[in-house]
Every structure is written in C-alpha cells, then in structure tokens.
C-alpha cells in the first residue's frame, strides 16, 4: 500500500516535534529551576518569541500576542521588564504550535518559494522554517543540558508531532 505525504505534512511533523521537544523540556523543568541566574524562563521564553516570528510570512507585521512584547528587538540585549511564568510560556508555546500548524498546513511548492525578508535574512519561506527548527532544537538541546545539570534528568527524544486538527 502506498503512503502519499505532502511537504507540508512533513515539514509538519518535524516542526511539530521540535516544538514538543521544547514544551518536554519546560515542562520537566522544576518550578525551584525557572526563575535563577541560568535564566532557564528566558531561554524557554526567547525561543518562543523567535519561533512566533519566523512563522509570520510578512515579518513587518510581526506582534507577538499579550502579554509579550517586543523586548527581543531590544538591541540592548535586555531581558524583558517581567519574569514570565511557565504558564505563560507553555501558552505561547501552544500559539505557535497552532500558527505552525496552520503555514504548513497550507504550503504549496510554489508558497515554499515565496520569500521572508527582514533587514538581516532573505530566505524562501522553506529556508526560514527550516532555520526555525534549527533554533528550536537550539534551545531545547541548552535547556536539556540545563536538565541533565541540576536535576540529572531530560526528555527523550521526539521522533515525530501527531497531526494536529
């Protein structure tokens, strides 16, 4: 029996595992552990933030839903003026895994060529999400070792996301 898979789809489960793999993460992460010098809220929280933003196709538009604002683009480098809350994070987390979702629910070879241009990147929309996975496993692999580091423990690997409906 032959098993036909669009791009989509397996971009799909790809981006939808690596998302999983960040929420196994910040969910195994012990309440004690959120809010030290390791900054293991911000970590969580800045990857978030960028998955939100390399999924807007026109980056121009870009606003990250409340309660976050745009303290990434703070040329400072200066963390955000709140602490946000595993909550919180995990709901974001869960924003992008729909807004994931939906763009690749929807690509179509000739969307995959459209371009994402801000002032530093000028990527085909394959090209960025692909660049988003990269940051995403980033961060999930610093936050696994941050894991393995204090509590000698870390999620295991997620080989594919389920389809999401």
């Excluded at 709140?82 to 629910?105: N, P």
């Excluded at 692909?130 to 870390?154: C, G, K, P, V």
Aim: charged share 20%.
């Amino acid at each position: 029996m032959e098993h036909s898979t669009s791009i989509g789809e397996s971009i799909w489960t790809q981006f939808g595992a690596s998302l999983d793999m960040l929420e196994n993460a910040i969910v195994m992460c012990p309440e004690e552990h959120w809010d030290t010098e390791r900054e293991f809220w911000y970590t969580s929280y800045h990857c978030i933030f960028w998955t939100d933003y390399y999924l807007t196709t026109d980056p121009d538009k870009f606003v990250p839903p409340a309660p976050f604002t745009l303290s990434e683009f703070d040329p400072s480098g200066k963390l955000p003026d709140t602490t946000y809350t595993k909550t919180e994070v995990l709901t974001y987390l869960e924003y992008c895994r729909q807004k994931a979702y939906l763009l690749t629910s929807e690509l179509t070879t000739e969307k995959l060529s459209e371009r994402w241009i801000n002032e530093y990147k000028n990527y085909s929309l394959l090209e960025i999400l692909i660049y988003n996975i990269r940051h995403i496993q980033h961060h999930s692999a610093q936050l696994n070792m941050f894991l393995r580091q204090t509590i000698d423990n870390a999620p295991g690997w997620v080989g594919q996301a389920k389809k999401l409906s």
